[in-house]
């Protein structure tokens, strides 16, 4: 606990700015879900027939895992991209139906009687509904908007995978760093945050319920509150584009984090132009589609994972090749990588440095008469790619007894180290390998591609302002494999706040 109180300490300033963040994006999306989701029960009251086929919609939304329907809305113009904007759709879908619901069982849960008697008083269907039913309802309704506020707590801290900010970004830094602490960081402000809602809702709930009175002007200041959210946040969105910020994305690994966070430092440093990190975005796809919409400027890629994965071209094993032709396929889709970095991060089949020396194994291809009785574990996107596990398994004729479990990439070294699986596909340059005494084996039929490491830009970006191509071409050719694993090494096994790595070795530059 102390430590996780002295980081709380070291990092309040930008603690503060990510809980900001999260409630946010919550107060906003809980909002404009009542603000739907109301007069959805309303109107599901009152007709179920014609309502039956949204409640059945809003039902299967709900089913969708909230990884997955942010994946689904990276490419859907208007609503999706990264950051916020995805983020509050996917929270408002999630939180409607609990609304709904409970508006309808407000609504007919109203004896009948009193219904008539407002008739009598010669009321009209709408003075009935303002006057009478809606108070009486309220505290049903507080309720689904209880569960969908908690809801929404929860799910917005998944939303840091796709650069909605929030205490997400935290636990993800966390995950990739193997770090309990910054994960707690994250997760215990995330858990407070939703118990506080939750039973400042129950008391409002429960007050309402005691009371029976009328609120309706609640209503219009709740959804004058989500409009004004709405379009505070759309603003802050669009100032930040048009403020001249230059916009950094890396993948969802500490050496992706790691170089993120090397490209921002150097971009402040040479150009003095503001940069606004959306590290941790997930894997390859959603960065690349984030580069597609202008959601990021630039990021770092791998030439052998550009050509397969994005590209689904050939695999290639000659260097020079693979760089000329995925940054002839950039350019065609308004794209510009960039130099390489300087080291190659293929792919490293790895053991247990005990078990390699126990049994001589060298290579990939003395795997082979291990694997009917191993277990193998590979990240989730090592198990689907052309250059990955199906194709390795053909080449080398490696035959597991199961299907490899199929794991967060970070998580594997551990995975290995203790003993749950036997084989995984880490990194070549990732400082975990040393840190826990792995080994990796030589790729001797020379499968993997290349995977250079270098920065792909948005020529868009690079044409309005030549001196980030100037800072970022600094770094060209100037990160060793040895540079890569001593820093992912500092920032995994230390437990080195990553910008304090990348600024150490920007220092080492001059």
């Known amino acids: 606990m102390t430590k996780l109180f002295s980081f709380w300490s070291s990092h309040r300033g930008e ?26 029960g309303i109107f599901a009251a009152r007709r179920p027939r014609l309502a039956a086929p949204l409640m059945a919609a809003a039902s299967i939304v709900q089913t969708i895992p909230s990884l997955a329907m942010f994946g689904f809305l990276l490419p859907v ?46 009321m009209t269907t709408r003075e009935l509904l303002r006057h009478v039913e809606l108070p009486l309802a309220l505290p049903s309704i507080v309720a689904g908007v209880r569960v969908a506020a908690v809801v929404g707590v929860g799910s917005a801290t998944i939303a840091a995978a796709i650069g909605a900010g929030g205490l997400g970004e935290y636990i993800y830094r966390g995950l990739s760093m193997v770090d309990t602490t910054v994960i707690l960081a994250g997760a215990i402000p995330a858990a407070v945050l939703a118990l506080t809602v939750d ?21 219009a200041v709740s959804l004058a509150a989500a409009v004004v959210a709405l379009a505070l946040l759309s603003s802050g969105v669009a100032a930040r584009r048009a403020g001249g910020k230059i916009v950094v994305g890396s993948k969802n690994f500490t050496e992706q984090n790691v170089l993120g966070e090397l490209l921002a430092q150097v971009i402040e440093r040479d150009t003095g132009l503001p940069v606004d990190r959306r ?31 994005i590209f689904q071209q050939p695999v290639n ?39 390699a020396r126990a049994r001589g194994l060298k290579t ?32 080398y004729g490696l035959q597991f007894p199961a299907p490899p479990r199929v794991m967060d990439l970070t998580l594997s070294y551990r995975a290995l180290a203790s003993g749950q699986v036997d084989v995984i596909a880490g990194d070549a340059t990732a400082g975990l390998i040393k840190g826990l005494d792995l080994f990796q084996l030589d790729d001797n039929r020379h499968y993997f591609p290349p995977y250079d490491a ?49 600024r150490e070795f920007l220092k080492t530059l001059n």
């Open 454 to 502: 270098a920065a792909v830009a948005r020529a868009e970006t690079l044409l309005r302002y030549p001196s980030v191509r100037t800072a970022i071409e600094r770094l060209s050719g100037r990160i060793s494999a040895a540079d890569m694993r001593g820093m992912n090494y500092a920032a995994d096994a230390e437990h080195r706040d990553i910008r304090d790595v990348a």
């Open 15 to 40: 603690l503060a700015g990510l809980l900001g963040q999260h409630v946010l994006l919550v107060v906003a999306a809980t909002a404009a879900a009542a603000a739907l989701g109301v007069p959805l």
């Open 279 to 309: 590290l941790n975005l997930g894997g390859t796809i959603i960065c690349d589609r984030a580069l597609t919409t202008g959601d990021i400027d630039v990021y770092v890629e791998y030439t052998g994972t550009a050509l397969t994965a």
């Open 199 to 219: 039973g400042a809702l129950l008391w409002l709930e429960r007050q309402l319920s005691a009371r029976r009175r009328a609120r309706s002007r609640r209503a």
């Open 364 to 395: 990939i291809e003395d795997l082979a008469a291990e694997a009917p009785h191993w277990r193998a574990g590979f990240g989730y996107e090592f198990v689907g790619r052309p250059d990955g596990y199906p194709g390795m398994a053909r080449a």
């Open 77 to 122: 113009p208007l609503v999706g991209g990264v950051g916020a904007r995805a983020a509050l759709v996917v929270l408002v879908l999630y939180g409607v139906l609990p609304i709904v619901r409970t508006t309808i069982a407000g609504l007919r849960g109203i004896d009948a009687s009193i219904r008539e008697a407002g008739v009598a008083m010669g």
């Open 317 to 355: 094993t000659n260097a020079s090749a693979v760089f000329t032709a995925v940054r002839d396929l950039y350019a065609r889709t308004g794209r510009t990588l960039l130099p390489p970095l300087g080291f190659n991060n293929t792919f490293a089949i790895l053991v247990r440095g005990a078990d």
